[in-house]
């Protein structure tokens, strides 16, 4: 397995917003392409304004195969335009588990 872990740093005013909308708009969109989430969450203690999603593959090739469509898919670039405001950076990263403790 490995997971694709995506933190989006936001305005603290725009996390309610961006929930409502991701949930509503975007996560159908995500997971009609099939990607299994472990997680979404955001601060509760730390830097304001951060969310971050952990989406788990069966291997790199699943993970490259997955975004492409996703990428692909003309939705996105319409959510992307109400988003991309919201979004002030954002931080990508696959990960593997490590061999002595079993992942989710």
Not at 37 to 57: D, Q, R
Not at 78 to 101: A, D, Q
């Amino acid at each position: 397995m490995i997971y694709l872990h995506v933190t989006f740093h936001l305005e603290a005013q725009d996390v309610g917003r961006f929930e409502t909308f991701y949930a509503a708009e975007f996560l159908p969109v995500i997971l009609e392409h099939g990607f299994h989430p472990v997680g979404i969450f955001k601060t509760l203690v730390g830097p304001a304004g951060e969310v971050t999603e952990i989406w788990k593959f069966d291997d790199l090739a699943d993970y490259e195969r997955k975004w492409k469509a996703l990428m692909d898919d003309h939705r996105v670039q319409k959510i992307f335009e109400t988003t991309g405001p919201m979004v002030k950076g954002e931080s990508f990263k696959l990960m593997e588990s490590v061999s002595f403790v079993e992942a989710p």
